[in-house]
């Protein structure tokens, strides 16, 4: 079958663009000059002509050229976004709150993947710019000296997410990783816990991972407990990976009384494993994890976690960009936006 | 501070641009025409031109206007797609597939999330059509009549993805729930179960779930098991949902020997729920699972379900697209990518 062919036998235009917006302004009753105005700018034309032309543009399958108004003021209206890892359900909800303004705003979302790569996300954002985006959201604080070079030169608003970086390219909207890992592994200190574990992913490409793990070495500081390097853990993601974490744990010469897994994925596959092996949590050993996510109040025992604000995260990054886009604010700004220590029986 | 200055004080360009085609030829030391040809074509210039040409844009911070050519053309290198929720993991891993096919072919993905609303996939579908976008990736198989007429108008290629729907707009590439879910029911009445429970999400507004219901009838229609509409039940999402399905079902006057849940979250909660409680999984009931995420083989016990290609599912859907819009294919396509059981020690 031939591609011009449609699934339904007949021809379809070659190219797109065949409904013009004359043919709205016949349906709506009103001239093609109403129609124009309508669609740029709704507020300007009663509600009964803007609803009118709604309607038309619906009903006659209108669909108004936005690239090429774009190229006219050399900017789209769509937003970038490179996270490390599409896939990871924490940032697929930093993604829904970006996503929710940005579609209040009429703007477009273009995520891209880096693989937790610099180099990747460097890429990334060298092709947005290509695509002249009105905007970047990028996750990650850590890039190559050529993006942040790429980033400055183009004057596209940037805000970044991953941490409370105190050098951000232009905006910062974020937690801190740092005074959250403090504060939990004081929330154990206190609960009388004096043999506490720390479990991060591998901190050499993660600057979260660092920020967490001298946050914990600043509240064991701050109580006076000693850091046991043997207390402390890198390992890859995983369930596997949690239960193994546990394991070589509890079976080294340095048996925690509890585990602080600055990873959620890492703290089920040790509650898991405790299930499977029949050792009480928090008895045997103290479990905490670092995000709330819906899981954890459902494991047995409930898993005491940090609440942060992922999603207000994605909602504020939208928020500034398109301030600044569209002329409200000239301003940098770092917004912090705090997070909540959830206690539950783990601990 | 002025939004024209650079977090380092430094003021920046007014507009993006600055650094020219004629800059990567210096640098490269080659002519501006050389430059122009390694990157619409690189095959046609030699592998070392290609590296330094590759190697100044880097050095020079290079950023081609992708946006301009693509209007010259009237086609733009993005590829729209939407899904019903981009927090759903499962719709991640899919995106995750179209994401690396479409980043090794310099193409870029635009995301939108429908919120399981045809009406919002129809105004996404405008926006895309509106950016003139090459393709688009659609995981819902029910439209709006005006959606389907704006993308038949448009010429532009699409594959749908959600279900093997034998009316697709143009392409599909999928699996079909009605004989996965046919396979699961007929699986667990080899093991001797008679009286199997089905708990889908809701089926009025979910395609997916109407079809597990129709293979699921079709199954016990297959073995003589009768179909009992108490041992069917429709329920929202969640683990909590999962855990209230499993208690109403056992405590309903007609109490299953194994529920399918055709959506692994609620499987999980419903096994969670079993630990809680002390019942012995599949003693007291067996439980089976739909998609095989990591966490089912993890759970106490490993729960049985179904392996669906969703990482698959993505990677072939970009390549058809790629197919049509590179030329190499004028033809429509249906793929049934198929699916496998896991069996494990919950059935």
């Not at 803007?50 to 090429?68: I, Q, S, T």
């Not at 043997?230 to 596997?240: N, Q, S």
Request: with cysteine; net charge positive.
């Amino acid at each position: 079958m031939d591609d011009a062919t449609g699934p339904d036998g007949q021809r379809r235009p070659a190219a797109p663009g065949v409904v013009r917006m004359r043919d709205v302004a016949r349906t709506a009753q009103v001239s093609t000059m109403t129609v124009s105005r309508a669609l740029k700018d709704p507020g300007k034309v009663s509600a009964d002509v803007r609803r009118r032309v709604e309607e038309a543009v619906r009903a006659v399958g209108y669909v108004p050229n936005k690239l090429a108004g774009s190229l006219s003021s050399r900017r789209s209206n769509v937003i970038g976004l490179v996270v490390p890892s599409i896939e990871n359900s924490l940032f697929a909800s930093t993604v829904q709150g970006i996503s929710d303004v940005l579609r209040q705003h009429d703007h477009q979302l273009m995520i891209a993947d880096s693989g937790y790569s610099a180099v990747a996300e460097e890429a990334a954002i060298r092709a947005f710019l290509g695509q002249r985006v009105a905007g970047l959201i990028l996750h990650d604080t850590t890039h190559t000296p050529e993006a942040v070079a790429m980033i400055r030169q183009s004057g596209v608003p940037v805000a970044e997410n991953g941490t409370l970086t105190p050098t951000p390219i232009d905006m910062v909207v974020s937690y801190s990783n740092f005074d959250a890992a403090k504060a939990m592994t004081l929330h154990l200190a206190r609960l009388g816990y004096r043999r506490i574990a720390l479990v991060t992913l591998p901190a050499s490409t993660n600057a979260r991972s660092r920020d967490r793990q001298e946050g914990y070495r600043a509240a064991l500081a701050e109580v006076g407990l000693p850091a046991d390097p043997r207390l402390m853990l890198e390992m890859p993601p995983g369930l596997a990976s949690g239960a193994e974490a546990l394991l070589r744990l509890l079976e080294g010469g340095a048996a925690p009384d509890a585990i602080f897994f600055a990873g959620d994925v890492l703290a089920i596959g040790a509650v898991l494993e405790c299930i499977r092996r029949g050792w009480p949590v928090p008895e045997k050993v103290a479990i905490a994890a670092f995000d709330n996510i819906d899981l954890l109040a459902h494991l047995v025992p409930p898993v005491t976690t940090l609440r942060l604000p992922r999603l207000e995260i994605g909602r504020r990054s939208a928020e500034v960009l398109l301030d600044r886009i569209q002329g409200r604010s000239t301003s940098r700004v770092s917004i912090d936006l705090r997070f909540e220590i959830i206690h539950r029986a783990s601990t």
